[in-house]
């Protein structure tokens, strides 16, 4: 990754981050839960950029159409995003897996 690619990752996170703070301020505090929330435990593929950008479209429509943001996503933000990520592996999964993994080994 050369230097280009840092400015133009840099770029594109800001113009993303302004589009998120023009968002009204109810929307801005679930996007902002909704992230925190999936980068504790959310899919390993997350920063392919899909994910987090869909949501911003998402609410993005929903301000377009009058909607408050609950209306949009119901009022347990955690099961709206589990919702989003039941088919993704986690690293949640992965965790489990390794726990899983040094147990079965400790048996042997």
Known sequence: MGIRDIIEGKKQWRAYMARVKALPRDYQ????????????????DLFDGTLLSGILDFFEEGVAAGKGVLELIGDDVAAFCDDL????????????????????TAEK
Not at 29 to 44: A, C, H, M, T, W
Not at 96 to 102: A, L, P, V
Request: aromatic share 14%; proline share 3%; hydrophobic share 30%.
């Open 29 to 44: 505090i679930v996007y902002k839960e909704i992230q925190r929330y999936l980068f504790k435990v959310g899919p390993v």
């Open 85 to 104: 990520i039941k088919d993704s592996r986690t690293y949640a999964d992965i965790y489990q897996e390794s726990i899983r993994g040094k147990s079965g």
